[in-house]
């Protein structure tokens, strides 16, 4: 089978994996595909680098065209504070008074937080705490 590059020895091999793995980590390299990228010789690390980082950004964020869909999506949803005056908003902040518990029928008894072991219970006289 006739081969189509340079033959390149294990031990360069190595060396050059090591080389881009640097290059990877220093983020010294063009993106991948991109007109600098292309000009890169082919036995460039920085060339092996931005396809390893083209990989990772692949298998962390999947298809571009999806990811950029869903940026679309968020984009055009209506947020909380979208429309609303800054007196609005802090009346928005503002604490909510404290759940009041209600011993139901049928149910067993609550413990109070808090509350020194007490439990609220219900009786069909009226509800007591015990």
Known sequence: MP???PHI???EFV??????RTAYFADEFPPYASP???ALRPDDPRR??????AAEKWRKYGDEEALLQWFRNVAGRRFIAEGRTAAELAELRKAKPPH????????PPIRIPGGGGRHLTY???????A
Do not use: F, N, V
């Open 3 to 5: 081969q189509d590059g």
């Open 9 to 11: 020895t294990p031990d």
């Open 15 to 20: 060396a050059l994996w090591a080389e881009a």
């Open 36 to 38: 600098a990228w292309r």
């Open 48 to 53: 092996l680098a931005a396809a390893l980082d």
């Open 100 to 107: 009041q518990l209600q011993a139901t029928p049928g149910w």
């Open 123 to 129: 009786s069909d006289e009226r509800r007591e705490a």
